[in-house]
């Protein structure tokens, strides 16, 4: 079945400083989303991106899709300490009825 | 509800003993989903219900693992016999739409986080 992947697994920055995370697909997606999970909480939903080469802005967060439909990026600028937990991306499965989701990149951020 | 609700939020069971995890979705979504999320790892899907019918259950680990959504609305998550391994968080999503709507925004509930000694 699907399998997206996902690095980095952990990013540490600075208050302050960038952030990346990049999601990638063998086969082409339909539409990707974004979920963040705070520690100790549960997903929730960021972003759903169908179309390709889509831009998608909130606030400080910015996310990709890739023109062939395989791979999304989520980039956060200037980190502030409330954007600290795990961000998954998840993308629907090609043979079954499911999102499947990436093992996500942890995020930390020091004041 | 507001939002998906979740019970037991926290479930301790020995090793062997049969465990029901509940999940109240938000009223009217059509799509329930079941994920299985070990620490430090990505929710892994367990099954998936469009109303009352069980669509794809292709995730559930063995057959100790049975869910059902009998009406449409609560759906119970039923391991048994449980093992060590079973030790994790599941979670419950909802969505308004059928999957193949291609619109599924998962909406999580809070968890329910077994522990198997």
């Known amino acids: 079945g699907q399998q997206v992947m996902q690095i980095p697994q952990y990013q540490h920055v600075q208050e302050g400083e960038d952030f990346t995370t990049y999601c990638n697909s063998s086969?082409?997606?339909?539409?990707i989303q974004w979920y963040k999970q705070r520690p100790g909480g549960h997903p929730v939903f960021l972003i759903q991106?169908?179309?390709?080469?889509e831009v998608k802005k909130q606030k400080r967060l910015t996310f990709q899709f890739g023109e062939a439909k395989k791979n999304s990026s989520l980039h956060i600028t200037a980190t502030q300490t409330t954007d600290v937990g795990t961000y998954f991306c998840?993308?629907?499965?090609?043979?079954?009825?499911?999102?499947?989701f990436g093992p996500g990149t942890r995020l930390s951020v020091l004041p | 509800g507001a939002g998906v609700s979740q019970s037991p939020r926290y479930k301790v069971a020995k090793r062997g003993q049969d465990v029901a995890l509940r999940c109240d979705p938000i009223?009217?979504?059509?799509?329930l989903f079941w994920y299985q999320q070990a620490l430090g790892q990505g929710p892994e899907f367990l099954t998936y219900?469009?109303?009352?019918?069980?669509?794809?259950k292709s995730g559930l680990p063995s057959d100790r693992f049975f869910a059902e959504r009998p009406e449409g609305s609560v759906s119970t998550l039923k391991i048994q016999r449980t093992q060590q391994e079973d030790s994790a968080v599941y979670l419950c999503?909802?969505?308004?739409?059928?999957?193949?709507?291609?619109?599924?925004?998962?909406?999580f509930g809070a968890g329910s986080r077994l522990t198997v000694l």
């Open positions: 999503a909802s969505s308004f739409s059928g999957f193949s709507s291609g619109a599924n925004v998962l909406t």
């Open positions: 086969t082409t997606l339909s539409n």
């Open positions: 991106l169908v179309k390709s080469g």
């Open positions: 998840a993308a629907p499965d090609n043979y079954g009825q499911n999102f499947v």
């Open positions: 009223s009217g979504h059509v799509s």
């Open positions: 219900f469009q109303n009352e019918a069980q669509l794809d």
